[in-house]
């Protein structure tokens, strides 16, 4: 299948080359002209704008930062819409406000193109060896149609959650358990780290019970260790923090923790760690305890 890819960032890239692993041919974007240099190489076409994209291809998908990212190349100047022929179809696996993706879905509707939104969970090791976690709103027949052959060769699971904007609700409910999982692994490692018990162990001793979690198996060794290499940046969950926060706001649920949570992440960004891993929140507690985040520490 011909498949545009809009988007070739930390985790667009290699979404983009396990498509091609999997014997698609991909039309490629992105504004920076070299990140579509691997792409390239494995043997897609590069493209010199969204619209350049969407008249090549049927089906575009759109891996971009953040709401106004996604409506700029979808609906501006040089946008898939200018390009893209009724019956197109849009997957935006963008993380982006729910709000956001239904508006963007009502204008391709008057294009006649019909969009999903998929945002994904995992960072980039996930992205990297196919394995994300898909969460899709939409139509769950185009869903089904899709499915095997396009989101299964990027993802070990893709789960229909509803109408058009569901698939980002979701991910926002990821991204507030992921957030709130991450300061609570963080707060508890200092605590040990205070009380003089190796933290290395307090994690050894802990990960097979209840507290234990594919976040904790992914964060603490980074904690441990103090290298925070982004699998996802800092100034990414702040983003998706924003979302799930005036999300909440506009339907009244409140999100305490969620707001607890975003303020350390600022705090830190203003540190200048924004390009950090969200595992860096074990600086914030650094910070506020006088502690070091190296197991030498001890």
Avoid at 13 to 18: G, I, R
Avoid at 51 to 71: F, G, H, N, Q, Y
């Amino acid at each position: 299948m011909k498949i545009g890819f809009i988007g070739l960032g930390i985790m667009g890239k290699p979404m983009a080359l396990n498509l091609i692993k999997a014997g698609h041919q991909l039309v490629v974007f992105d504004i920076i002209k070299e990140a579509m240099s691997d792409a390239v190489t494995a043997g897609a076409e590069a493209a010199s704008s969204p619209k350049e994209v969407a008249k090549s291809c049927r089906t575009i998908i759109t891996m971009l930062p953040d709401s106004p990212d996604v409506k700029i190349a979808v609906l501006g100047e040089n946008g898939v819409l200018e390009g893209a022929e009724k019956d197109s179809l849009l997957i935006d696996m963008s993380s982006i406000a729910p709000g956001a993706a239904q508006e963007i879905a009502a204008e391709c509707w008057k294009a006649g193109v019909v969009m999903l939104d998929a945002p994904v969970s995992g960072g980039e090791p996930k992205a990297i060896d196919g394995t994300l976690s898909i969460m899709v709103g939409g139509s769950e027949a185009i869903f089904e149609f899709v499915k095997e052959d396009i989101l299964l060769k990027m993802g070990a699971s893709a789960v229909y959650c509803g109408e058009i904007g569901a698939g980002n609700t979701t991910k926002l409910a990821n991204q507030v358990i992921v957030a709130c999982n991450i300061a609570a692994l963080a707060e508890a490692l200092t605590l040990a780290r205070k009380a003089g018990v190796d933290p290395a162990r307090v994690y050894d001793a802990i990960k097979g019970g209840l507290a234990g979690s594919t976040v904790m198996n992914a964060k603490a060794p980074m904690m441990l260790a103090g290298q925070f290499m982004p699998g996802f940046r800092i100034d990414l969950h702040i983003k998706d923090l924003k979302n799930a926060l005036e999300t909440g706001s506009d339907i009244d649920a409140p999100l305490p923790l969620s707001a607890a949570v975003m303020e350390m992440f600022r705090d830190l960004r203003a540190d200048g760690c924004g390009k950090d891993d969200h595992s860096a929140l074990a600086k914030y507690y650094a910070k506020i305890s006088g502690v070091r985040i190296d197991q030498e520490s001890l």
